[in-house]
């Protein structure tokens, strides 16, 4: 797991990518030793995925240029910017040190926020997305009006601000 949350560190989501910057961090900082084995999975979106099982015909360690930044040291946990282990907890894991009247304050001034609808309509409804006559034109005066409101409210906030 480590070097995949390394490849997501360091290059992000690379899409099919990702997979052959997990492995290149392995020949990089680990290095094969003949005999090992390594299975690589990818999954992408829909039914997309792609599944290859290697096995090392000869020791390599090669540090590849996309990871000469690390100079051929393993990353540990502590370099990632959160902990995969399971016991790890996160600022968002801690319980609330708000009052119960804190937060009730704070759901309050959240729902009073103004709402951007389109004008007349009083909000959308479900059968909005549906409407229209089929050639994709369909809640363009609508969705015209949710920017130009959208637009306004911002323009609100910045003089506000």
């Known amino acids: 797991m480590l070097p995949s949350f390394c490849s997501l560190r360091d290059f992000g989501n690379t899409s099919c990518a990702s997979t052959w910057y997990t492995f290149s961090y392995i020949e990089s900082t680990l290095g094969m030793k003949k005999g090992e084995r390594v299975l690589q999975v990818g999954v992408g979106g829909g039914m997309k ?6 096995t090392a015909l000869r020791s390599h360690k090669d540090i590849h ?3 000469a930044h690390l100079e051929g040291r393993p990353q540990t946990e ?3 910017p959160r902990p995969i282990s399971n016991d790890y907890k996160g600022i968002f894991d801690l319980p609330s040190t708000l009052t119960p009247e804190e937060r009730a304050a704070i759901v309050e001034n959240t ?3 103004p709402r951007v609808t389109p004008a007349g309509q009083g909000g959308w409804r479900k059968d909005d997305v549906f409407r229209g006559s089929g050639d ?5 005066a609508e969705v015209a009006e949710v920017i130009r409101l959208h ?11």
């Open 49 to 54: 995925s792609g599944v290859a099982y290697w």
């Open 65 to 67: 240029e996309c990871w």
């Open 78 to 80: 502590a370099d990632l």
């Open 111 to 113: 729902s009073a926020a």
């Open 136 to 140: 994709g034109s369909h809640g363009a």
């Open 151 to 161: 637009e306004q409210s911002a323009r609100a906030e910045v003089v506000a601000q």
